[in-house]
């Protein structure tokens, strides 16, 4: 068995060189390339825009995201090489530390806006309930292969939907609307994904509609308002976008529509005034989309699109190829982590969407999100690389349900 | 199929539905929608601000200046970017010359994108606030219309509104010279409404200066005078023309009362009015020199023709009295032009016969306006000699039953003045750098009559005629009162006057003619007394002024 010659899969049974030692012969290249393709018009963006941001400091957003680019490259370097398996074992221990993270933000953490969502560590703040979703999948994941092999009754999924509405519920108090509902989505995602039966779901989605009567409309008669007067207008303004207050969600909305659609076909290059003019708000971050739209236009819309689709294909057919189950849950609810965000942000620019504050993955400007991502990545590329080994091992042809 | 593959079936197909949405969503908004969003991304990142063209310069006859335009400034305020409506108010109050609550009443409203705060500010003050930088408030190029002799000639001269449009008088009339013509500049602002930069799309132009004939000096001390009058007898009114009436020069307008161009918004419209072209009344005995003028021309009378008078006249139905009753008497021509006879003016007005008449009245320029370059000027009324009725030649020979305007009885008596030639009167001499010559005018008297007229009416201010306590030492003055009932409902008011003198000097070479019209005096009401002593002033300070030696 233990020849010199190479194996048909073309992995070396001396594992000495650097490549093979990262296991990159056995990443999906594909996806790596989308994320790094991603994270460079993200960079080329920063920097046609953000030049007189910081008076003095032209390249201030463009060299921390690059930098923030090469450690989460370095990291996903790092997951990919790992097992994912040996997570399970973890299980309590990753979501005990997830949860430490978000009450020790919520007691500690510096405040910006009327929010408590970082802690701050030199060169870098750091935003726990980012790295929160991640955790959140990998622990959640490895409960719910626990708990399915007692059974898949209703008490089960209430149990398991408690584990992952817990920490949402925590990131919505500090308050973090967008990143709470990202972590709910995962554990749907996640509980989805599992198998939980249809009858769960939609005693789930029962007991949501209640919540929400008594959030927005029971609560509020009673003079008991749950929902900061902020979130409740983001939540609604998309709904009435002619609102012409600077500042308002639905001001955002417009003008993020305008901007989109200034871009036209090929886009207005350095005639982007909606971005230049600084009509475009929070234009490195949640907004990024749109000065993609003005400046490139349709064309460069169409490119960045076309890049999440091929990253999340790739995803997907990761989640058929995963050797085991965990590693089936754990891209499931990275598929949707990523489908969700994406889909989110870009309706939001495109005025589909509530202005939620949702990132757009490696496109936006943020150290916790890009990281974060590619962590994400680097798991994902742990499963494909695991099957990868596995199928190699037991000399079974991998057969992926997508090609 | 494995449950597993069922559900990643569904997730697939939900991520190919977004991604067609959103997909679809982009290319509506940028190839079907762009236009229409990139033209709302212009409109609100720019804004384009009309650059008024100044208005050209009015000058008087020497060049002094009466109407110039400055650079000024509006304020305006875009109230939902204004973070502190209160402290904002407070600063800028003390600048703007205005109630802090006011300020704060326009500026505390978020829903307003737009608000003037102040419109022809001066730049001074403009630029302090420009530097003060406060977000939400900035300014807008104005132009103000300055008046550098205040109240003077301010009838004549017109007024402009807010907008910098002409509204009346010359302003109006000589639009087309004086307007500038509008600029347009197209400001880039960005999201907090600070401008970034400034694209002039068309070149504002400045307007040309128009010359008038007016003299500011003249004009100064006659206002002086018609205002003294007029507050002195409560008049409800007054004018007075001042003319060359060699040329045809107009060298003074004045109305009162009159106005304060920089408080237009107080002006009521008869004060903005001019009266001298604008307001018509029944002369009087003013006339009574036609009719004389009309006799001795067509050779009915001479100077020295006497008349045997009756103490009063029966024309048709109407019988024309004395002012004064008395017995019956013999006056030659000119001592009925002296003393103002009606009977004799009537019986003069009888020989010459109605036609003649009508010809006469209409060769002197009456029931026509004069030419004169001043907007909606009046004609008067002259009844056409088919409408005549019996009594009529017993009206109209004393400048009764006829109306006329204060500028026709100036430009008509200059014909006597200078020698028989009827001329336009002149008002404005130079408009966009041409010079608009004097009218030639037409002769209209013989030479003769007109200095046989010319020496009757020095008469009047004789001992015994109607103004003879009016004087200017050195001077021999001539001229005619008048005194006319007013006409109200088909009959002569018994209290309403109209007190007018026309006079000219010196009596043998005229070179000044003065109309003065006071419209209802009150204490005194005869021309000798209320008009002719304004004659007087305006003569006595304008002869020498002129450099006429006494003799």
């Not at chain 1, 199928?391 to 090609?403: C, D, F, K, W, Y």
């Not at chain 2, 569904?10 to 067609?20: A, K, T």
């Not at chain 2, 009725?389 to 020979?397: A, F, K, R, W, Y």
Request: proline residues 5%; charged residues 20%.
């Amino acid at each position: 068995m233990a020849t010199a010659r190479s194996r048909p899969l073309g992995f070396s049974a001396r594992r000495s060189g650097v490549l093979e030692r990262l296991n990159i012969p056995h990443m999906d290249g594909v996806l790596v390339g989308s994320a790094l393709g991603l994270i460079a018009f993200s960079v080329f963006t920063l920097a046609s825009v953000t030049q007189d941001d910081i008076p003095g400091q032209p390249f201030f957003f463009v060299i921390r995201q690059s930098a923030y680019a090469l450690v989460g490259v370095a990291l996903m370097l790092a997951i990919a090489r790992v097992d994912y398996s040996r997570f399970r074992e973890l299980r309590v221990g990753i979501y005990s530390f997830m949860v430490a993270t978000i009450c020790f933000v919520l007691a500690f953490g510096a405040a910006a806006g009327g929010a408590r969502r970082w802690i701050e560590l030199p060169y870098f703040r750091f935003q726990p309930s980012e790295l929160a979703k991640l955790l959140l999948i990998v622990s959640l994941a490895a409960f719910v292969i626990e708990r399915t092999r007692g059974g898949r009754d209703l008490r089960q999924t209430a149990r398991m939907l408690a584990l992952g509405l817990a920490p949402a519920a925590l990131v919505f108090l500090q308050p973090d609307l967008g990143t709470g509902i990202v972590l709910m989505v995962i554990t749907l995602a996640v509980l989805f994904i599992a198998g939980v039966p249809w009858s769960h779901f939609a005693a789930t989605a029962g007991v949501a509609t209640v919540v929400a009567l008594l959030t927005f409309v029971v609560a509020p008669t009673f003079g008991v308002p749950l929902l900061r007067g902020y979130q409740e207008e983001r939540l609604t303004s998309f709904l009435n976008p002619s609102d012409e207050d600077a500042g308002s969600s639905s001001y955002q909305i417009n003008q993020a529509l305008i901007a989109v659609g200034s871009g036209g076909k090929t886009g207005r290059g350095d005639q982007a005034t909606q971005t230049d003019l600084n009509f475009l708000p929070e234009r490195h971050t949640d907004f990024v989309f749109a000065v993609v739209g003005e400046r490139f236009g349709f064309l460069g819309a169409a490119f960045v699109l076309s890049l999440y689709a091929l990253l999340i294909w790739r995803a997907l057919r990761i989640l058929t190829l995963s050797k085991n189950l965990y590693g089936t849950l754990i891209a499931g609810g990275i598929v949707a982590m990523v489908m969700f965000q994406v889909f989110v942000n870009v309706g939001m620019n495109l005025g589909l969407m509530p202005v939620t504050g949702i990132t757009l993955p490696l496109m936006s400007y943020g150290g916790s999100s890009v990281l974060v991502t590619f962590m994400a990545i680097g798991l994902l590329q742990s499963i494909h690389v695991q099957s990868r080994l596995a199928s190699a091992r037991s000399g079974r042809a991998e057969v992926p349900l997508l090609r | 199929m494995r449950l597993i593959d069922r559900r990643l079936g569904l997730l697939l197909f939900v991520f190919l539905l977004l991604f067609s949405v959103v997909f679809a969503r982009a290319a509506w908004l940028q190839g079907v929608r762009g236009g229409s969003l990139r033209a709302d991304a212009h409109s609100q990142q720019t804004e384009t601000v009309t650059v008024p063209g100044q208005r050209g310069r009015v000058l008087d006859r020497t060049g002094k200046v009466l109407a110039v335009s400055e650079d000024a400034a509006s304020i305006i305020a875009t109230p939902y970017q204004v973070k502190h409506p209160g402290k904002v108010a407070e600063r800028l109050a003390p600048l703007l010359d205005l109630p802090a609550s006011d300020l704060n009443d326009l500026l505390d409203d978020p829903d307003s994108g737009f608000a003037y705060l102040a419109h022809k500010l001066d730049v001074r003050t403009a630029d302090r606030i420009e530097q003060m930088g406060i977000v939400g408030i900035s300014t807008l190029p104005d132009s103000r219309r300055i008046y550098p002799q205040g109240e003077l000639a301010a009838p004549v001269i017109g007024a402009v509104g807010t907008d910098n449009q002409a509204l009346t008088g010359l302003e109006k009339s000589e639009n087309d010279t004086l307007g500038g013509s509008d600029g347009e500049e197209e400001i880039v602002r960005d999201a907090l409404g600070a401008p970034l930069r400034t694209e002039t799309q068309t070149q504002s132009a400045q307007g040309q200066d128009i010359r008038l004939t007016i003299d500011s000096a003249i004009q100064d001390k006659t206002e002086e005078a018609l205002s003294a009058a007029g507050e002195a007898y409560a008049a409800k009114g007054a004018t007075a023309v001042v003319m060359d009436p060699n040329s045809g020069d107009v060298l003074a307008l004045a109305n009162w009362p009159s106005f304060d161009p920089s408080e237009l918004s107080n002006a009521t419209s008869e004060e903005l009015g001019n009266r001298a072209t604008g307001y018509t009344y029944e002369p009087g005995s003013t006339f009574k020199a036609f009719t004389v003028a009309a006799a001795l021309e067509d050779k009915k009378v001479t100077p020295s023709t006497s008349f045997d008078l009756p103490s009063t006249i029966k024309v048709a139905d109407r019988v024309i009295e004395e002012s004064h009753a008395r017995p019956p008497v013999t006056l030659t021509t000119a001592e009925i032009l002296a003393q103002s006879s009606n009977v004799g003016a009537v019986t003069i007005g009888l020989e010459e016969g109605s036609e003649r008449f009508d010809h006469w009245i209409r060769e002197f320029g009456f029931g026509e306006p004069t030419g004169i370059r001043y907007p909606a000027e009046e004609q008067g009324i002259v009844p056409a000699i088919d409408d005549y009725s019996g009594s009529t030649m017993g009206n109209l020979p004393i400048g009764q039953g006829l109306s006329v305007t204060p500028i026709q009885m100036a430009a008509a008596y200059s014909a006597i003045a200078n020698g028989g030639t009827l001329r336009t009167p002149r008002l404005v001499s130079q408009v966009d750098g041409e010079r608009i010559e004097r009218d030639d005018g037409h002769r209209i008297l013989h030479r003769s009559t007109a200095t046989g007229l010319q020496a009757m009416l020095e008469g009047v201010l004789e001992p015994g005629g109607t103004a003879s306590e009016v004087s200017v030492p050195g001077y021999t003055l001539a001229g005619k009162t008048g005194t006319a009932q007013i006409a109200e409902n088909g009959t002569y008011s018994d209290t309403g006057y109209v007190a007018n003198f026309v006079g000219f000097a010196p009596a043998e070479d005229p070179k000044l003619l003065v109309a003065v019209i006071v419209d209802e005096p009150q204490y005194a009401h005869t021309g000798g007394e209320v008009a002719a002593p304004v004659f007087g002033q305006i003569a006595s300070f304008t002869l020498p002024y002129l450099g006429i030696s006494p003799e």
